[in-house]
């Protein structure tokens, strides 16, 4: 399966400014995919990325908050703007299993707090 | 749009006995997925299961799947320590490659 590099691992920032969280894959990949973790919950996904087009966000998540880029196939960065407290939150990286049978790889996650 | 109901939300056991956690799907799958996810860690893909009334095994791990394809359980027998963590299906339904998942079941394993 495939393996991904996130970072930072965590961070603490201050609310008005912004964190770029990078997703290195040490293999070419179609979609990658962004979600949220708040603390003791579920996984929610934000966006999926595919190289060369717009990521294409699910509901309640929109471009202006959580800019997303995917300039080649195993590298994707997603941005969150203007946070606030309710930011704070695990965000992960995610890419398809490679062949049948597999499931989902996911980055070490990034554990961001909002001051 | 799909949901996945899993329960219970935690579960605390001795060290040794059984586990077991559930899911429910509102809509007819094409498959589930279970993951592990440690504390401070990130869920990894433990199996998948597809065909109707599916049984796995890996080790003390137990993966069902029922036979109208909208609920699934994972049993562990005799926890250990090692089992600690938070454990999440997740299902596809459709055409769909993306997984909505569960809430999760917290297992806490006391020694």
């Known amino acids: 399966s495939a393996v991904i590099s996130q970072k930072p691992s965590r961070d603490i920032c201050q609310r008005g400014t912004s964190l770029t969280i990078q997703c290195q894959v040490d293999s070419q990949v179609t979609m990658m995919f962004w979600y949220r973790q708040q603390p003791g919950q579920s996984l929610t996904l934000i966006a999926t990325?595919?190289?060369?087009?717009?990521?294409?966000?699910e509901s309640g998540f929109v471009i202006d908050k959580f800019p997303i880029s995917r300039p080649n196939l195993t590298f994707s960065t997603l941005t969150v703007s203007n946070m606030s407290p309710e930011d704070s939150s695990i965000y992960l990286c995610?890419?398809?299993?490679?062949?049948?049978?597999?499931?989902?790889?996911f980055g070490s996650g990034t554990r961001l707090t909002v001051v | 749009g799909q949901q996945v109901m899993q329960i219970p939300q935690y579960q605390h056991v001795q060290e040794g006995e059984d586990f077991t956690t559930y899911c429910n799907s509102s809509t007819t799958l094409s498959n589930i997925q279970w993951y592990k996810q440690r504390p401070g860690g990130h869920p990894v893909f433990l199996i998948q299961l597809v065909k109707s009334g599916e049984v796995k095994k890996q080790k003390r791990l137990t993966f069902q799947f029922g036979e109208a394809k909208k609920n699934s359980s994972l049993h562990i027998t005799a926890t250990q320590t090692t089992d600690v963590g938070t454990y999440f299906c997740a299902g596809l339904s459709g055409g769909s490659y993306i997984p909505t998942f569960g809430r999760g079941t917290s297992l806490i394993v006391h020694p």
């Open positions: 990325a595919n190289q060369g087009s717009e990521a294409t966000y």
């Open positions: 995610s890419v398809q299993g490679q062949g049948m049978g597999y499931g989902y790889t």
